[in-house]
């Protein structure tokens, strides 16, 4: 059975929180005020200061009557103890892993639930990129490790984000046997007249359904008239979304691209993307490579449409992931999200033509040879890009 494809909903506010510094005190604070339910879905989690942190406040959460349920993927949480998981456990935290692996799963264990998402109360949301590891946040470290951000939403589309929790919750802690999600288009909602504020809806990607996420993207992509800023941390994009980025940027839109620079946790990924540099520079797409630290952001800026979360919008995270973004039409979120991105631009490097021609023979076989292994990887794995 398909999933539902969400509408917009009217009456949200919306505060952008750049980095660990500023989202897991406010995402801390909003736990210790939680009175009724902690819903929490993560990819990444390790043991550490950070996770020490939130899982004391879960622990105290309990303690005082709160329900507290946390799903978390089956691979991205290998690196929480034992003694963590006990102590959840027996503080009465429910506790559920998607998709556990299983040495006799096969491809089956490439399926992952990549979601970020905290809901309190089922009011209040924060919904984006970061892992529960002290690369996103260290309490003795002045700037994090690696540049994300979340988004703490209010509204009536807090409810669309609990129901989301809720059928995944009921359907995981055991092993799947799914096949990657098929093309299927669906109707997306149109965004509501450009001067609209406080309008959200949650948008999203299923291994066992859709991938609605990537047809809401294509669809603001067809339409934008002036400007389209997009960053993600692992560049493979699927020949659809090239395609509309180079038709966008020839029409004349404002299109650039935001990527991680040297700084990175997957090189290989790095290098078999900068192969298509080329082919976007010459259709007028600007290309930023973030230098300062790992850029984990994903993030897209299309006219009056924001849409941010845990999507790459990369091939193989459409083929095997759950993912799931929160996509807002408001005037305030969109400048913040402006304001956000023009700093970032500010300390990247920009790509030139002039500059793919001068690499160096070292930098292009290590282009060649990870696009290699990407193509092999695409065609093993049956990924339709």
């Known amino acids: 059975m398909a999933g539902p494809i969400y509408p917009w909903r009217k009456g949200n506010t919306f505060e952008l929180l750049v980095d660990g510094e500023s989202f897991f005190p406010r995402m801390l604070q909003a736990m210790d005020a939680a009175r009724s339910s902690i819903d929490l879905e993560l990819y990444l989690i390790s043991s550490g200061q950070a996770s020490r942190q939130v899982l004391d406040s879960l622990v105290a959460a309990v303690a005082r009557g709160v329900r507290v349920r946390c799903l978390l993927d089956g691979f991205g949480s290998l690196q929480l103890s034992a003694t963590d998981r006990q102590y959840l456990l027996q503080a009465g935290v429910e506790l559920r892993f998607y998709n556990p692996l299983y040495w006799l799963a096969g491809r089956g264990n490439l399926h992952r639930d990549h979601r970020k998402l ?76 450009p001067d609209a504020s406080g309008y959200a809806r949650v948008s999203y990607a299923d291994a066992r359904e859709h991938t609605e996420v990537v047809q809401a993207l294509l669809a603001a992509v067809s339409r934008s008239r002036t400007r389209i800023w997009l960053a993600t941390p692992y560049f493979l994009p699927g020949w659809r979304v090239r395609r509309a980025l180079k038709r966008a940027a020839r029409r004349g839109v404002d299109v650039r691209l935001l990527l991680c620079g040297q700084i990175t946790d997957n090189a290989p990924v790095r290098y078999a993307g900068q192969r298509f540099y080329p082919g976007l520079l010459k259709a007028g797409v600007r290309l930023y490579e973030y230098q300062p630290r790992f850029l984990h952001l994903k993030m897209v800026l299309v006219d009056e449409w924001v849409s941010l979360g845990s999507c790459n919008f990369d091939h193989w995270t459409l083929h095997w992931n759950l993912e799931a973004n929160q996509q807002v039409v408001d005037p305030s979120l969109n400048a913040a999200v402006r304001d956000c991105f023009q700093r970032d631009f500010a300390q990247s490097r920009e790509w030139s033509l002039g500059a793919w021609k001068a690499l160096g023979w070292g930098h292009r076989l290590k282009i060649r040879l990870w696009s290699w292994v990407n193509r092999l990887a695409v065609l093993w794995f049956g990924i339709r890009r």
């Open 118 to 193: 905290l809901v309190i109360d089922q009011t209040l949301a924060f919904v984006g990129g970061a892992g529960l590891t002290d690369d996103f946040y260290r309490p003795d470290q002045r700037q994090s490790l690696w540049h994300e951000l979340m988004l703490e939403v209010r509204g009536p589309v807090v409810h669309d984000w609990a129901e989301l929790f809720e059928r995944q919750w009921q359907v995981s802690g055991r092993r799947l046997r799914l096949a990657p999600p098929k093309w299927h288009r669906v109707r997306v909602p149109a965004p509501p007249a």
